[in-house]
């Protein structure tokens, strides 16, 4: 199964791709990631330091591989060249095949339907490549346009919880929203 981790597909839409994160993609990573509006809704950052970016790419990237999850997708924008954001399952589901969903872009990138495209990528490859029986995914219930992209790909509402975030330079109180889509709703809304 490992094998199957570091050999991700790269995925192609529109002019952009996801391909799997790499330590060069540090320098771009850190241009969104310290952009305090870009991370606010986030449980990491903003960054401070150029060092930051590459050290999360070493220290939370990377070995995923080792957890039994894919690296992560860097998003690339192909006429740019450049990494524009991140969309990855960053953490497995207890007592169940399946994956919890991440993903940031850059604030240059927003509400142009990119991150709707990639999520939509991201979860054909969890479950035809990877083989998922569940994906799940969060926000916090103030981030409306994550709520938007996760919706717009048919994820179903779970729960909500109240969740403290406590960021370098402030606590965010705000309810958790949980959301789940299946492999059989998935098919089903392919289908239709």
């Known amino acids: 199964m490992k094998k199957l981790y570091k050999r991700m597909p790269s995925v192609y839409f529109d002019d952009y791709c996801l391909r799997t994160i790499k330590k060069s993609d ?23 330091m150029p060092v930051e970016a590459k050290k999360s790419i070493q220290t939370i990237f990377y070995p995923r ?85 996760i919706l717009k790909n048919g994820f179903k509402y779970i729960k909500s919880e109240m969740y403290i975030l406590e960021k370098r330079d402030q606590v965010l109180k705000d309810e958790l929203l949980t959301y789940e889509l299946t492999r059989e709703d998935y098919h089903v809304n392919q289908q239709s």
């Open 26 to 48: 540090a320098k771009d990573m850190y241009e969104y990631g310290k952009d305090p509006e870009v991370t606010q809704f986030l449980n990491w950052g903003p960054f401070i």
């Open 65 to 149: 591989i080792k957890e039994g999850l894919p690296r992560g997708y860097a998003v690339i924008d192909l006429k740019k060249s450049k990494m524009i954001g991140t969309i990855d399952f960053h953490s497995k589901i207890i007592n169940v095949n399946g994956a919890e969903v991440g993903f940031v872009i850059h604030k240059d990138y927003w509400n142009q339907g990119i991150m709707s495209k990639a999520l939509n990528r991201l979860i054909q490859i969890g479950f035809d490549y990877l083989d998922y029986d569940l994906i799940r995914i969060k926000h916090l219930k103030k981030n409306v346009a994550s709520q938007k992209v």
